[in-house]
């Protein structure tokens, strides 16, 4: 079974409009940590925002926030007022915590979203 | 601070060949990764390390190893290099604890290697 699952394997958003990036996860590790990162044409893998299972409130990172939903399994990342810059393949993971510290990560397949002017 | 760094940029191989792929980290993290990422795919972790000495498979290690003499270093060696081994791959770092979960000790990645194997 996938333990992370993107949905969407691409996105259009009109420029400065919100979007919503789709993620669900499988785990049965009751302390687990949800991530997302950005990988723009470049290549490069960036880090946008963190997630953890015992948190409360949801995160947020300037134009980031993570829907946080742990009875439906989802964590959806909420970018608002897109740029152009915003274009990229947008990765959700997951970090489960049981059988000692790793930090070892599995990644979903990915999302590409595309800004419009 | 350089952050995570890889080198080569770009390799292309023979079918048979071998090759080292390096990642150096000036962070002073403890845990560091190796991830390959095919076409239109997510990163499967190939193996990973949490300290100097230590290393452990991860999802895909067939093909690969791994050795970490030093906190900085940790590369990778393809042996017999095989068309399925063609990717692009991602060297990463993060701090790590033992004891609790209060951070996200996320990843810091490299700016990726990327071999074909012909």
């Known amino acids: 079974a996938q333990k992370i699952t993107q949905t969407q394997p691409g996105m259009f958003v009109q420029e400065k409009e919100a979007v919503t990036l789709d993620c669900t996860y499988d785990?049965?590790?009751?302390?687990?940590?949800l991530f997302w990162y950005k990988q723009p044409s470049s290549g490069e893998m960036i880090f946008l925002i963190y997630?953890?299972?015992?948190?409360?409130q949801n995160a947020t990172e300037g134009r980031y926030s993570l829907n946080f939903q742990k009875a439906r399994k989802s964590a959806n990342l909420v970018i608002s007022a897109s740029q152009l810059g915003d274009s990229a393949m947008y990765f959700c993971?997951?970090?489960?915590?049981?059988?000692?510290?790793?930090?070892?990560?599995?990644f979903g397949t990915g999302t590409l979203l595309a800004v419009q002017p | 601070n350089a952050g995570v760094t890889q080198t080569p940029k770009f390799r292309i191989l023979k079918i048979g060949q071998s090759m080292t792929l390096q990642c150096a980290q000036d962070?002073?993290?403890?845990?560091m990764y190796w991830y390959r990422q095919d076409p239109g795919m997510g990163l499967k972790l190939i193996y990973y390390?949490?300290?100097?000495?230590?290393?452990d498979k991860g999802e895909v290690p067939n093909g690969y190893n791994v050795s970490r003499s030093t906190t900085e270093d940790f590369p990778l060696r393809l042996e017999l290099a095989a068309p399925s081994q063609t990717s692009v791959y991602f060297c990463?770092?993060?701090?790590?604890?033992?004891?609790?979960?209060?951070?996200?000790?996320?990843?810091?990645f490299g700016p990726g290697t990327r071999l074909t194997v012909t």
């Open positions: 990463a770092s993060s701090e790590g604890s033992t004891s609790g979960r209060t951070s996200s000790y996320e990843q810091y």
């Open positions: 390390s949490v300290g100097a000495g230590i290393t």
């Open positions: 993971a997951m970090r489960e915590d049981y059988g000692g510290a790793t930090n070892k990560l599995i």
């Open positions: 997630q953890g299972s015992y948190d409360q």
């Open positions: 962070m002073n993290h403890n845990y």
């Open positions: 785990t049965s590790d009751p302390s687990y940590g």
